[in-house]
C-alpha cells in the first residue's frame, strides 16, 4: 500500500520533505500491530496516519485547533483510526506511555525570540531554533515504555548534536539516522542572510540539512 496523502487545510503545516524523511525512519520501525504511538505537533496528521495504516493505535496532538480538524478529517476520509486531541506538546497525554513517539516540530531559527504567532508557530523555534526541541528532548522520555523509539526530525541549523546529548543524558540511545540536503524553502530565503550573519549558514550554504535523530529506551 502507498503512502498516504492527506488534505491540508488552509493554516495548517502540509506535508513537506522533512515529513517524507520521519515516514521513511517510521517504515524501518519493527513495531507490531497495536503498538501506542504518539505524534505530537501533528499537522495534518500525515505521519500519525502512515502509523495508523500499520495496524498501530494512534494518538495524534497538536496546539492548533485548524490542525485537529485536520487530523481528524484525514483520519475519516482514510478510514484510518486515530485520536486527535489538542494540547501542548505532551500536556493532554501525561500519565500515559508510548511504544513510538513521532516528532515534527518546529525548528527553524527566529531572528525573533518568544512565542510565535498565527502560521509561523509551525516552523519559528526561537533564536536558536531550540524552542520545541528542548521541551521534546526534555519531556519525551519520561513517556516512552521500554524498548520505546522516538523519532524525531530537525534541522542542522538547530544543534542536532546538543538533541542527542540530551536524549543521551535521559538514558536513551540516540543517534542521527538518516539526513537529506534540501533547498532552501520560502522561509529560510527570507531570512537567508541572518542566518549568515549569525554564522548559522556560511557563504556557500545553498541548501539545508534535514536530519532524524533516533532515540531508544533501554529494555
Given at each position: 500500500?502507498?503512502?498516504?496523502?492527506?488534505?491540508?487545510?488552509?493554516?495548517?503545516y502540509?506535508?513537506?520533505e522533512?515529513?517524507?524523511?520521519l515516514?521513511g525512519?517510521?517504515?524501518?520501525?519493527?513495531?507490531?500491530?497495536?503498538?501506542?504511538?504518539?505524534d505530537?505537533?501533528?499537522g495534518s496528521?500525515?505521519?500519525?496516519?502512515?502509523?495508523a495504516?500499520?495496524?498501530?493505535?494512534?494518538?495524534?496532538?497538536?496546539?492548533?485547533?485548524?490542525?485537529v480538524?485536520?487530523?481528524?478529517?484525514?483520519?475519516?476520509?482514510?478510514?484510518?483510526?486515530?485520536?486527535?486531541?489538542?494540547g501542548?506538546?505532551?500536556?493532554?497525554v501525561?500519565?500515559?506511555?508510548?511504544?513510538?513517539?513521532?516528532?515534527?516540530?518546529?525548528?527553524?531559527p527566529?531572528?525573533?525570540d518568544?512565542?510565535p504567532?498565527?502560521?509561523?508557530?509551525?516552523?519559528d523555534?526561537?533564536?536558536?531554533?531550540?524552542l520545541?526541541?528542548?521541551?521534546?528532548?526534555?519531556?519525551?522520555?519520561?513517556?516512552?515504555?521500554?524498548?520505546?523509539?522516538?523519532?524525531?526530525?530537525?534541522?542542522?541549523l538547530?544543534?542536532?548534536?546538543?538533541?542527542?546529548?540530551?536524549?543521551?543524558?535521559?538514558?536513551?540511545?540516540?543517534a542521527?539516522?538518516?539526513r537529506?540536503?534540501?533547498?532552501?524553502?520560502?522561509?529560510?530565503?527570507?531570512?537567508?542572510?541572518w542566518?549568515?550573519?549569525?554564522?548559522?549558514?556560511?557563504?556557500?550554504?545553498?541548501?539545508?540539512?534535514?536530519?532524524?535523530?533516533?532515540?531508544?529506551?533501554?529494555?
Amino acid at each position: 500500500m502507498g503512502a498516504v496523502n492527506p488534505l491540508a487545510l488552509p493554516g495548517v503545516y502540509a506535508p513537506q520533505e522533512d515529513t517524507e524523511l520521519l515516514a521513511g525512519a517510521l517504515s524501518e520501525e519493527p513495531l507490531p500491530p497495536g503498538a501506542e504511538a504518539l505524534d505530537v505537533g501533528t499537522g495534518s496528521g500525515a505521519l500519525a496516519l502512515e502509523a495508523a495504516r500499520r495496524g498501530m493505535r494512534v494518538t495524534a496532538v497538536d496546539v492548533s485547533r485548524r490542525a485537529v480538524w485536520a487530523a481528524r478529517l484525514n483520519g475519516l476520509l482514510t478510514g484510518l483510526p486515530l485520536r486527535a486531541r489538542r494540547g501542548n506538546l505532551f500536556s493532554p497525554v501525561r500519565g500515559q506511555s508510548f511504544d513510538l513517539i513521532l516528532a515534527n516540530p518546529p525548528y527553524v531559527p527566529a531572528p525573533h525570540d518568544g512565542q510565535p504567532r498565527g502560521a509561523a508557530r509551525a516552523w519559528d523555534a526561537g533564536g536558536d531554533g531550540r524552542l520545541v526541541l528542548d521541551r521534546i528532548c526534555r519531556e519525551a522520555p519520561d513517556l516512552l515504555r521500554p524498548g520505546g523509539v522516538l523519532l524525531l526530525v530537525q534541522s542542522a541549523l538547530s544543534d542536532p548534536e546538543r538533541t542527542l546529548t540530551t536524549l543521551r543524558a535521559a538514558g536513551l540511545k540516540a543517534a542521527v539516522t538518516r539526513r537529506q540536503r534540501i533547498a532552501f524553502g520560502p522561509v529560510l530565503r527570507e531570512r537567508e542572510r541572518w542566518l549568515r550573519q549569525r554564522g548559522l549558514l556560511s557563504a556557500t550554504d545553498d541548501e539545508e540539512e534535514l536530519v532524524v535523530v533516533r532515540a531508544e529506551r533501554p529494555v
